[in-house]
Structure formats: C-alpha cells, structure tokens
C-alpha cells in the first residue's frame, strides 16, 4: 500500500531532548517536505527536500534539523525542543516538486502531534 | 510574499444545504491549484486539483471548484453537503519558482444533521 509513515505519532517531551520524528515513503516519490499545523495558522512549512541529499529551508525552520540522505526517509529533529514547539507535524511527499508535472499532488502522513513541556 | 487567503475561518451548514469555500491567492504567474480535506483525527487528503485547461475542476465526493484567473480564486464548492463532510478544509498553491506548497489558514466546516 502506497503510504507516508511517520514516528512517534505522539510525544511527549522536556526542553531541550533532542528527539528525532521520522518519516518514510514508499512511493519513490523525489519531493518530501515537513510541515506544522497549529490552530488559526494552517500549515506552515518547516523544511522540503526536493532529492537525496536536497534540502532547503521552509517558512519556519527555525529549531529544526532534517537531511535526506535516502529517497525513502526524510527525518525531522529537533536539537533542542522547546514549549514553542508543540504542534502537530506532517510529512509529505509528492513525485513531482511543486508546479511541475501533473502529479504533483502532495501525500501526507498521519501526523506527529508532539508537546514539549 | 505570496499567500493564500481563506475568509471563512469556521462554517457551520445544515445537511443539504450548499456549500461555497473562497480562496484566493496572491501570486500572479502559472500556478497549480489544490483543494485539501482534513477529517477529523486524520491526515489531509487530496480533495481536487487544477493544473491546466477546463477552470471547472471536478473531485471526489461530489466536489468542484472553479479556477477564475482574473480573480485570483478557486473557491469550492458542493451542491449538497452531508453530516460526514464534516472536516478542515484547507486550499493550497504551488508554482515552480519557490518549489514550494502555500497553504491557506483552513476553514473549518460543520454540518449538523
């Protein structure tokens, strides 16, 4: 089954432990991106990697540490977690980066809803 | 910076009753259009997409939206909605010159039965 996984899918946390939310796809797919949701914001992306070894900050990468170093896994970390990173993350993948091709509709996860107290 | 606006932050409709969601976007070359659905407890899901030709997008579960380039929109939109159309709906925007999706905020829809 085509899918996106991503663990934990929840957390619970102290600042400053460094944890690692991963993220994996069985799609072949090129593109991957992480993204965070919070009430009133939507989503915001945090980081994208358009292929192995590609990555580039989103519009909040602040805090945040990914790397791509298989087509398959995309890991998010988190160096130092603090309160102002409680959200719920979603990985997602699509074969295309975005505006390019007609399938570059995007693949999302469950979801990692993490609390950092 | 280029954005996506989605006026009605929270809907609440009767079933049966007909549903329009706006969204606009704020970029003004060739974008891709998408609309997202979030059940609730659950990931977002491809809802519609426009990519080129017909500005009159049909999707799953009897969704469609318009593409009205002159007016920057594609807003959704269902005849008839259901009690299980309960959900977040969020729109979204890509080009390839940021290689980046933009989301809007969400509108959170609930139909009572």
């Known amino acids: 089954e085509a899918q996106v996984t991503q663990n934990p899918r929840y957390l619970i946390t102290v600042t400053g432990k460094k944890l690692t939310v991963t993220c994996s796809q069985n799609?072949?797919?090129?593109?991957m991106s992480w993204y965070r949701q919070d009430p009133g914001l939507g989503l915001r992306q945090i980081y994208y990697?358009?292929?192995?070894?590609?990555?580039d900050k989103g519009d909040v990468p602040e805090g945040y540490k990914v790397s791509r170093k298989e087509k398959r896994n995309f890991p998010l970390i988190l160096e130092s977690p603090s309160p102002n990173q409680t959200s719920l993350y979603f990985c997602?993948?699509?074969?295309?980066?975005?505006?390019?091709?007609?399938?570059?509709?995007?693949?999302f996860g469950e979801g990692s809803r993490l609390t950092v107290l | 910076a280029q954005s996506v606006s989605q006026h009605n932050h929270h809907v609440i409709l009767s079933e049966a009753a007909s549903l329009e969601l706006g969204c606009n976007y704020s970029?003004?070359?060739?974008?891709?259009l998408f609309w997202y659905v979030q059940y609730p407890g659950q990931h977002l899901q491809l809802l519609l997409k426009?990519?080129?030709?017909?500005?009159l997008v049909k999707g799953i579960k009897g969704f469609e939206a318009e593409f009205i380039k002159s007016k920057f929109s594609f807003n959704l939109r269902k005849p008839s909605v259901q009690w299980s159309d309960t959900a977040e709906y969020f729109c979204?925007?890509?080009?390839?010159?940021?290689?980046?999706?933009?989301f809007g905020t969400g509108t959170r829809l609930k139909v009572l039965a």
């Open positions: 997602a993948s699509s074969f295309y980066p975005p505006g390019q091709g007609s399938t570059g509709e995007l693949f």
């Open positions: 799609m072949n797919h090129e593109y």
């Open positions: 990697s358009m292929n192995v070894e590609v990555t």
């Open positions: 970029y003004g070359g060739t974008v891709n």
């Open positions: 426009y990519f080129s030709g017909d500005p």
């Open positions: 979204a925007v890509s080009h390839s010159g940021t290689y980046k999706y933009i």
